[in-house]
């Protein structure tokens, strides 16, 4: 069955105020839920509901926080999330950056005490969406090792990046620094199949083909030492710079087990008139997309998301239709 | 044999001078090469002073050039090398940004009408010296294609990174977002050997173990889709946002055909104390530096050149006799 966006966006916000979470902080988590289904990231989509909603009744995180905002210099932004849900922070952050970056060529905003964050390249694309260039980075719960090392220490750490372009919505990139996700591994798990070479290693950090090893191992980086490399530089940006717990301390965004996780964002906005000029910027983008033209099948990053927005805004978002009962039990719950 | 580092810098200066190159961006060159090769990066070490030399003869490079400064905003600063050597762009940038992003919490540095900038992590550790986070991002001419492109666009795009930490070195990443440098190929097909699979393409984007199809084909980038897509970033960041020229518009680093390059370099400096404060941070980075030990064989990214510098500030640069011979034929010849 399809609903309407806005329909599917109040059903599941009646869901997060049924537990125990504020209707500012409700509408926030369902416009980023909704948007991810939307997108095709089913993984950051309704998925998440029901374990979000046990976490802000288990109060591991706190539905009714306020995100705290502290201009510390003119470029610098410290939102404290309170432990609360990400999305309110991303959106304080989203709307004070543009102003920041405008005034003084760039801003960044760090937020600390945070929870997942879901699609991170939505949250550069809206800033994008004002005109800046924009990154994010974000640690997550610890999942890889560092290079020639044998215990987790980083998460996938996802980096985003997107920018605006003339007469075309923004291009964006959004990935994880992990060969595949962990999700790939436990379906591969399940249904008692190997995994290719390369995904993972054992929990004694040999490389392994058997799923389950790799449950209890670690996944392997993209490009050997260069993505574990990068992963620490995430680590270091997201973590070290905000005062957030880093990847190997932080509790799991799936259960309502232990503390808050508290991992950190960085937020980077860069207004492009500040450097080459608006116009020169945007007549390079344009030359640079052009460049994909006639090239194979390349396509500019992110490029898929615009046809499945405007399926999902003419027809509706497909949902299955025991999630649709599902959320609906739950919008009763209160 | 082995030169003190200091006599052979004045060498490598003396060799620039004689080749239209005056002598305050000599000194930075000579400084910038000698420096990459005590840090074991030799493909951006001595063995670039013959084609540097030979390119400010032709005029490729103008060794006369002096970076042009304009601060635009607050937080933003623009410099033109002006068809120049990169180094003394590099040494304006790393000289300014400190002051900004000391003021505002954050700053960035675009360099345009540049040239190749040898170890894009020795720039960024300059500004972790002076108590920054820093962040680069450069173009190169074209060597890898879009993800499920055919023909070459992006350069292999060094991304680089650097973190100051307590009584410690900074922690620096610096790679090139292909798998391998495309020199590992050269020498492959120099001995007629094969090539893994994953390294390269031929010139029809197909797959190849032959090194000598792969070197009129592309470089594969780290994590296939991944490593494409952080190429396309640093395209636009270091690139459309200064207005430089694009790796595929770029001409070679290392003959002396076709006009200047005019690459572009993007550096963006942070201030720690802007964002969580500076003792917090520095508390996190020693937590995070701790994670380290007894992790298998992993250490800090970096780690390597720390131990170099000091053997070489011991016992002097390890450097072939006809290469002494060579530099100091061309210093002679002025």
Request: negative net charge; glycine residues 8%; contains cysteine.
């Amino acid at each position: 069955m399809k609903l309407p966006i806005r329909e599917l966006e109040d059903l599941v916000a009646s869901a997060f105020i049924a537990a125990a979470t504020t209707e500012p902080n409700a509408r926030s988590v369902a416009r980023a839920l909704v948007q991810a289904e939307v997108d095709g990231q089913k993984g950051h989509g309704l998925t998440r509901v029901p374990s979000y909603t046990q976490q802000a009744r288990a109060g591991k995180v706190d539905g009714h926080a306020v995100p705290e905002v502290s201009t510390t210099r003119s470029s610098a932004l410290m939102i404290d999330a309170l432990g609360g849900f990400a999305y309110p922070a991303f959106d304080r952050a989203i709307e004070l950056l543009p102003a920041s970056a405008g005034a003084t060529g760039i801003a960044a905003a760090g937020i600390m005490h945070s929870h997942h964050c879901g699609v991170l390249g939505r949250h550069v694309e809206r800033l994008s969406e004002a005109g800046l260039v924009a990154l994010a980075f974000a640690n997550t719960p610890d999942a890889m090792a560092p290079w020639c090392g044998k215990r987790r220490l980083f998460g996938t750490n996802p980096i985003a990046f997107a920018t605006p372009q003339r007469n075309a919505p923004p291009a964006v990139v959004d990935l994880a620094l992990s060969q595949v996700a962990r999700g790939k591994i436990l379906s591969a798990a399940q249904n008692n199949e190997p995994i290719p070479e390369g995904w993972a290693t054992d929990q004694d950090g040999q490389p392994t083909t058997d799923a389950k090893k790799a449950l209890s191992g670690t996944l392997l980086p993209i490009g050997e030492a260069k993505g574990a490399a990068l992963a620490f530089m995430v680590e270091v940006l997201a973590v070290t710079l905000t005062g957030a717990n880093f990847s190997f301390e932080a509790s799991s965004f799936f259960d309502d087990k232990g503390g808050p996780p508290g991992v950190g964002q960085l937020l980077v906005a860069i207004d492009p008139d500040a450097f080459a000029g608006r116009e020169v910027f945007l007549d390079r983008m344009a030359t640079l997309s052009d460049a994909f033209q006639d090239n194979g099948d390349a396509r500019l990053p992110g490029s898929r998301r615009i046809a499945l927005r405007e399926a999902a805004a003419r027809d509706g978002v497909e949902i299955d239709p025991r999630t649709h009962e599902a959320l609906k039990a739950m919008a009763r719950s209160a």
